[in-house]
């Protein structure tokens, strides 16, 4: 089945400091990758949508300048926290869709980013 | 704006029993309703998908049924077992790639 990895798993980060999370797609090609951020016990908020080749679409309320998305290939996006704070400690989770409407997607394992 | 509800937030069910769990939309109806089962510090893994005229979808021990005038999703889990212990999220598609995801629901399955 479709396999989607998200590295790190967990990350401690200064505040101040900036933390990149990588979501790659093991054995398809992923035209689009969704980012996802959790907190415990509440369900998924959508951050960003992103497409490889151009900017990605962010959903109201988040900053783009804060989360910076990068998706340069079809089997790689990156989310880079910037100037991390305490309040960004979160779970954040990466999809994957090869853009097949109404086909599942497939989640990465999720990072979990600790800013002290 | 369109709101997706689980109903309830944790459920315990007695081994061996059947788990129904629910979700309610408002507003328009999706074009198709993903369920997905997340266990703690893990990523959402896909069930199954129904679409809007698709009344029923089994598979093995899960069913989930699709009623678009009640504007609601069913999820059952037949002959429940304590590793079907896991949160389970809706996620209704309104016609584009975004997936909206539910509150999810809090399943324990006691021995």
């Known amino acids: 089945g479709a396999v989607v990895s998200q590295h790190p798993s967990w990350v401690i980060c200064k505040s101040g400091t900036s933390v990149k999370i990588e979501c790659r797609s093991l054995?398809?090609?992923?035209?689009?990758m969704f980012w996802y951020r959790q907190f415990p016990k509440q369900s998924l908020m959508l951050m960003a949508t992103?497409?490889?080749?151009?900017?990605?679409?962010?959903e109201q309320g988040v900053e783009k300048d804060k989360f910076l998305i990068n998706h340069a290939s079809l089997t790689l996006s990156t989310l880079t926290v910037t100037s991390a704070h305490p309040e960004d400690s979160s779970f954040y989770i990466c999809s994957a869709s090869a853009g097949i409407y109404n086909s599942p997607l497939h989640f990465g394992n999720g990072t979990r980013l600790t800013v002290t | 704006s369109q709101k997706i509800e689980q109903n309830s937030e944790a459920l315990n069910i007695q081994e061996g029993k059947t788990a129904t769990l629910t979700c309610n939309y408002t507003?328009?109806?999706?074009?198709?309703l993903q369920w997905y089962r997340q266990d703690p510090g893990r990523g959402p893994v896909f069930l199954l998908l129904i679409r809007e005229n698709e009344k029923e979808k089994r598979k093995e021990r899960l069913k989930v049924t699709f009623d678009t005038t009640l504007k609601q999703s069913l999820f059952h889990i037949t002959a429940s077992q304590p590793a079907d212990s896991a949160t389970y999220l809706c996620?209704?598609?309104?016609?584009?790639?975004?997936?909206?995801f539910g509150t999810g629901t809090r399943l324990t399955i006691i021995p």
């Open positions: 992103s497409n490889e080749g151009s900017k990605a679409t962010y």
């Open positions: 507003n328009y109806s999706p074009a198709y």
């Open positions: 054995d398809f090609q992923a035209t689009t």
């Open positions: 996620a209704p598609n309104f016609g584009n790639e975004k997936l909206t």
